[in-house]
């Protein structure tokens, strides 16, 4: 089985590779590293760093060393991190390890979540039914968005040749994301934060339009409830069994059942394109949350594309990872790459036997690859819970 962490590159540099290598297989029991090569902005308590407590990554930058003649004509051009600058290439480094008899690799890639990249073109963002542009998410629906994506994962797996790439954020993000010093002062609910996130950009507009769907009838109605929505006094549940009841909830509406349907095409077909200009030899899946489909991530589909998928627990009791698990069998089929993720924050993962009762439905045979969260983002001592859970289980 695959066993892997979420790791960022500035921890393997201010704690050494070697002493990350050994951290990660021998105290904590896993076989890969899933290393950041594009990543945004936040800030982030760093316990074990020997070097910061407090850090805040480059928005928007790569982690690895692009071949500048793949990038020569594309608009949207990538910016190499000041600490990959100044402190050399990490991922270099892994795969020379992994050669080596080392962690297998696998390059955990931010695709469309990007700030800076949104600041600087904002053509190639999505936009809400006002035209208001959401900067920190470039559009699956963009030519630029699109090729700036795909030779990403083009360049790192002909240049570096990893065991796998992860794709995240390959789709719509949600307008409630968090952004910076984020303001509500209406309340929204699920549908209105849902609704605002609905991109209706030019290029999602003639994309749809040549699909056969006219999302101009959408945007208008979607643009009549945002305004309803802030028109009243206090918030109100429009449907209430949204998110559960699914894109059924909008049926009633054909118009706009049909732009939400054809929101999957975009993001299905990047991913293709992104599995198709890899490197054969490397495994292409999609990091997904549990309810995914809201960005437009069609599991079943995405499957038929792709290698397999990372499906995110967080937040779950043991009993909701069996049901996720089961589920994304289901839509992937037997044939594709299954993993889980967990994340190791307190509250959330209270000591070794929580950890341990949520991994269990991941290691009943159905399950691929399992991958922790995160490496330099919490105490040396959870990684002991890591070996505890594997050993027990």
């Known amino acids: 089985m695959q066993l892997s962490m979420w790791t960022y590159p500035w921890d393997v540099q201010d704690l050494g590779s070697e002493t990350v290598e050994r951290e990660l ?23 074990r760093s020997p070097r910061r407590k407090a850090y805040f990554p480059e928005d928007g930058t790569i982690y690895f060393r692009p071949t500048a003649a793949r990038w020569a004509d594309l608009t949207i051009q990538p910016k190499v991190a000041d600490v990959i600058e100044e402190g050399g290439d990490v991922l270099a480094e892994l795969m020379r390890r992994r050669d080596d008899d080392g962690l297998a690799i696998s390059c955990w890639t931010v695709c469309l979540h990007n700030t800076r990249l949104g600041m600087l073109h904002p053509e190639a963002v999505t936009r809400n039914a006002f035209g208001d542009p959401n900067f920190y998410n470039l559009c699956p629906s963009n030519p630029d968005a699109r090729a700036y994506v795909r030779t990403l994962v083009e360049d790192i797996s002909w240049t570096y040749r990893p065991d796998q790439i992860e794709l995240e954020s390959p789709g719509f993000m949600g307008f409630a994301h968090e952004y910076h010093h984020e303001k509500d002062g209406v309340g929204l609910t699920p549908e209105d934060d849902f609704l605002l996130s609905l991109c209706f950009c030019p290029s999602c507009l003639a994309r749809a339009a040549k699909a056969g769907v006219d999302g101009e009838p959408a945007r208008k109605l979607v643009r009549q409830w945002i305004v309803e929505t802030c028109e009243q006094a206090v918030p109100s549940r429009r449907f209430p069994d949204f998110p559960a009841s699914g894109l059924d909830t909008f049926r009633p509406w054909p118009e706009l059942h049909a732009y939400l349907m054809w929101r999957a095409e975009p993001v299905t077909s990047l991913v293709e394109e992104m599995r198709m200009a890899a490197n054969p030899a490397t495994k292409v899946v999609v990091i997904d949350l549990k309810d995914g489909w809201l960005g437009g991530c069609d599991l079943t589909a995405l499957g ?21 698990v089961a589920l994304g069998r289901s839509a992937l089929g037997h044939d594709k790459f299954l993993g889980t993720g967990y994340r190791l924050f307190f509250p959330e993962m209270s000591g070794p036997e929580t950890l341990t009762a949520k991994v269990a439905p991941a290691l009943g045979g159905e399950v691929d690859g399992v991958n922790f969260y995160n490496y330099g983002l919490v105490p040396g001592a959870r990684l002991d819970w890591i070996a505890a859970a594997l050993r027990r289980l």
């Open 25 to 47: 297989r021998e105290r904590a029991g896993l076989n890969m590293v899933s290393l950041a090569t594009s990543y945004h902005a936040g800030r982030f308590l760093q316990p």
């Open 304 to 324: 038929k594309v792709c290698d397999g998928a990372i499906l995110c627990a967080y937040d779950m009791q043991a009993g909701d990872v069996a049901k996720l």
